[in-house]
Structures are given as C-alpha cells and as structure tokens.
C-alpha cells in the first residue's frame, strides 16, 4: 500500500489549517498588540511559561504511545485516566506555586493570571484521548474542522474580553473557552468513549516509553524557554513582552512549515519505518523541502525586520526589530531539524531526541547569561541560535545512523 498521496492529501490538509488557524492567531496577535503594552504581554507570558513547564514535566508521551500500538481502542480509558490526574496535579501545583512564581518574576499582576490559568489543565484532562485517531488514521480533513473550530472560538473570546477587560487575563479566558469547545467536540466527533478502567500493561508501557519522552519535553521546553525566563528574570516583564513578541513572530511562518509536515510525516514514518530504503527516501524529500521553505521565509525576515513590525504591531513594537533576524535564523534551523524529530519518533528512537535536545539546552545555558547580561534582548536571541546551532550536527549523525543498513 502506498502512503504517498495519503500523505500529500494530509500535508494539505493540515497545510489549510494551520495557515488558517494562524491567519487568525496573526491577526489576533495584531489587534492585542494594538490594545495591549509590551509589560502586559509579558506578564501573560509567565503564565504561559509556568503552564508549559508543568505540561513538559508531567508528559507521559500517551498520544505518541497510541499512535505507535496497533491496537487504539483497548487503551483509550488507560489515557483518560492518565491525563485527568496529570490535569489535576498541574492545576493544583500551578495554585501552590503562584505566590513563588510572581515573587521570582517580581510581578504582581501575574497572580489573577496564573490562578485562572490553573484551570485550563484541569479541563484538558477530560479530552477523548480517540481523537488522536485523526493523526493515527490520517484523517486529517476531520482534524481540519475539529481544530479550526476550536481554535475560531478561543481567537474570538480571546478578542472580544481583551477589548472589554484591556487585560491580557481576557487571552486566558479563550484558551478556556477553547477547550471546553475541544471537550465536547471529542465526544461528538470520534469514538471509542472512554471509562473509568485502565489496563496494567498500558501503563506500564507509558512508564517505560515515556520517561524518554518526558526527559526530551523537558530539555525541548528549557530549550526554548529558558531565554524566557531568563529575560523575564534579569530584564524584566516589559523585556519579556517584547522578547516573546518577537520569538512568536519570527517563528510564526518558519516553524508552522516543520509543524504541518511533521503531524503528516510522524504517522507516515511509523507506518513505513520497517522498508527503511522507503522510508530514507521519503525523509530525504520531506527534509528538502522542508528547508527550501523555511529558508525563503527566513530571508524576508532577515531583510525585511523594520518594515514588517512598522507594518504590523506598530512603534511600540519597534525594539522586536534587532533581535528578528537572529530569531529567524534560529527558526529556520528549528524547522529543518524537525523533520528528524519526527523520524526519531517513529522509529521508537525517543532517546535521540532527549540526547539531541539535551545538547541544545547546554549550549544555550553555556553562553545565555553572560550574553543577556552584556547585550540584553540580542544576547538572549544569539544564545537561542548558538544551542540549535551546536545540536545541528547530532540530528544529522542520528539521522544516518538509522538509515546505515540501507
């Protein structure tokens, strides 16, 4: 059976969904930045931060793990269980930590925002874990209308009580929206339901496989984090805001082009990855393409950064210019090597990517402080573009040798 027009047929999809969806994450971006200041960004961004880093801490990998067995349905309850108590221990370590986490970021206001925040993992954990059949059986048309509607419900709240709240807990409130939405959709839309049973020997596959998931969220959050924090910490929320506008931004096009590829390619990989000739060429012509694109994207924003922000955030936004050329540089490196995380994946070759990440997070944490400390926002940037730049070279080595007995 061929796989090659399921695929192309998938990347379109997902392809028109993700242009989609961050047609209106760009235009929602927009018109918060137009309402919101650069401190306010900030001061959501600690709670994005927190929210992440407790997701990534507490991942057990069970969407990878339903993907990678043949059989899905016997193991839909085992993770619903696993991801209600994942939901309720992020949301009440987020509760306890908050009083902690607005003293290390010496921001007040970001207490109302981490306490609402709370209750989005909570919810989360109620999800139908089927609907990673969509990726699993390629059916992404119905992922299309299943995403696309959830993401339009979270942009338009997330609008509508910004404008009236002039806050940035009004963003909080759509991503609340937004999953209650995904709730209900997952019961609607997919089957098996699931119950409150579990199977020992799921769980224990969780435990076994997804330590070296978890370990490789971990480094890949601090990765792409830990400037963040650090920024936040040294520099301040104002310097946070502006730093993470244009982190998003410079990633925006570049990374949503690895991302459509690698929701297609995962499954593809997974279902070839024993004709390992098959599945080499098929990485070598997604790779290829992959980095045409994001390096076309990447040289608008190399030569380009004033005119682009000018256009679209407007004056206030101006101190983004000097680090987008760097953080687009770092994008495009990001994208290219995502095609290996995915093969990596398929393959059942979690380790490499933990190894991978783990270099990439070391060479960032090596040189991040003394380069904030001597140049700020464009110290945090070059740190971000020196860790995926020392990585590089293991993501080719991992690559080859999967494919030495080709």
Same mark, same amino acid.
């Given at each position: 059976?061929?796989?090659?027009?399921?695929?192309?047929?998938?990347?379109?999809?997902?392809?028109?969904?993700?242009?989609?969806?961050?047609?209106?994450?760009?235009?929602?971006?927009?018109?918060?930045?137009?309402?919101?200041?650069?401190?306010?960004?900030?001061?959501?961004?600690?709670?994005?931060?927190?929210?992440?880093?407790?997701?990534?801490?507490?991942?057990?990998?069970?969407?990878?793990?339903?993907?990678?067995?043949?059989?899905?349905?016997?193991?839909?309850?085992?993770?619903?269980?696993?991801?209600?108590?994942?939901?309720?221990?992020?949301?009440?370590?987020? #509760?306890?930590?908050?009083?902690?986490?607005?003293?290390?970021?010496?921001?007040?206001?970001?207490?109302?925002?981490?306490?609402?925040?709370?209750?989005?993992?909570?919810?989360?954990?109620?999800?139908?874990?089927?609907?990673?059949?969509?990726?699993?059986?390629?059916?992404?048309?119905?992922?299309?209308?299943? %995403?696309?509607?959830?993401?339009?419900?979270?942009?338009?709240?997330?609008?509508?009580?910004?404008?009236?709240?002039?806050?940035?807990?009004?963003?909080?409130?759509?991503?609340?929206?937004?999953?209650? +939405?995904? #709730?209900?959709?997952?019961?609607?839309?997919?089957?098996?339901?699931?119950?409150?049973?579990?199977?020992?020997?799921?769980?224990?596959?969780?435990?076994?496989?997804?330590?070296?998931?978890?370990?490789?969220?971990?480094?890949?959050?601090?990765?792409?984090?830990?400037?963040?924090?650090?920024?936040? %910490?040294?520099?301040?929320?104002?310097?946070?805001?502006?730093?993470?506008?244009?982190?998003?931004?410079?990633?925006?096009?570049?990374?949503?082009?690895?991302? +459509?590829?690698?929701?297609?390619?995962?499954?593809?990989?997974?279902?070839?990855?024993?004709?390992? /000739?098959?599945?080499?060429?098929?990485?070598?012509?997604?790779?290829?393409?992959?980095?045409?694109?994001?390096?076309?994207?990447?040289?608008?924003?190399?030569?380009?950064?004033?005119? #682009?922000?000018?256009?679209?955030?407007?004056?206030?936004?101006?101190?983004?210019?000097?680090?987008?050329?760097?953080?687009? /540089?770092?994008?495009?490196?990001?994208? #290219?090597?995502?095609?290996?995380?995915?093969?990596?994946?398929?393959?059942?070759?979690?380790?490499?990517?933990?190894?991978?990440?783990?270099?990439?997070?070391?060479?960032?944490?090596?040189?991040?402080?003394?380069?904030?400390?001597?140049?700020?926002?464009?110290?945090?940037?070059?740190?971000?573009?020196?860790?995926?730049?020392?990585?590089?070279?293991?993501? +080719?080595?991992?690559?080859?040798?999967?494919?030495?007995?080709?």
């Amino acid at each position: 059976m061929g796989y090659t027009r399921a695929a192309i047929k998938g990347v379109s999809w997902i392809a028109v969904l993700r242009f989609t969806t961050r047609a209106l994450s760009f235009l929602k971006t927009i018109v918060l930045a137009r309402i919101l200041l650069p401190a306010q960004f900030g001061t959501y961004g600690v709670a994005l931060l927190v929210l992440g880093f407790l997701e990534v801490m507490t991942e057990t990998g069970v969407n990878i793990l339903l993907i990678q067995e043949k059989e899905t349905d016997r193991y839909i309850s085992s993770a619903w269980m696993v991801s209600i108590i994942r939901g309720i221990i992020i949301s009440v370590v987020i #509760i306890l930590l908050t009083p902690f986490i607005v003293a290390f970021f010496r921001s007040p206001d970001a207490a109302p925002l981490l306490y609402t925040i709370s209750v989005v993992p909570f919810l989360r954990g109620f999800i139908n874990p089927s609907v990673v059949k969509f990726q699993k059986e390629l059916r992404f048309h119905v992922e299309f209308w299943y %995403r696309g509607s959830i993401f339009l419900v979270d942009s338009l709240v997330a609008v509508i009580a910004t404008l009236i709240l002039h806050d940035p807990i009004g963003i909080i409130w759509g991503f609340i929206a937004g999953v209650i +939405v995904e #709730i209900i959709l997952s019961y609607i839309m997919v089957r098996p339901w699931p119950t409150l049973t579990f199977h020992k020997e799921y769980l224990l596959k969780i435990f076994h496989r997804g330590k070296w998931v978890t370990a490789s969220g971990v480094f890949n959050y601090l990765f792409h984090n830990a400037d963040n924090i650090v920024v936040g %910490r040294m520099l301040g929320t104002g310097s946070l805001g502006i730093y993470q506008m244009g982190y998003s931004f410079s990633m925006l096009p570049i990374t949503e082009i690895a991302d +459509v590829f690698a929701r297609v390619t995962f499954p593809v990989y997974t279902k070839i990855a024993g004709d390992l /000739a098959r599945l080499r060429r098929a990485f070598i012509k997604t790779t290829v393409l992959i980095a045409g694109l994001a390096i076309s994207f990447g040289l608008v924003l190399w030569f380009f950064p004033q005119e #682009i922000v000018l256009l679209i955030l407007g004056e206030k936004w101006l101190a983004v210019v000097p680090i987008l050329p760097v953080l687009a /540089a770092f994008g495009v490196i990001r994208a #290219i090597s995502g095609s290996s995380s995915a093969l990596f994946l398929a393959v059942g070759k979690q380790e490499y990517l933990t190894v991978v990440t783990f270099v990439s997070i070391t060479g960032l944490l090596l040189v991040i402080f003394p380069l904030v400390h001597l140049y700020g926002l464009l110290g945090a940037a070059f740190s971000a573009l020196t860790g995926s730049l020392i990585a590089a070279p293991l993501y +080719v080595y991992y690559s080859l040798k999967i494919f030495r007995k080709v």
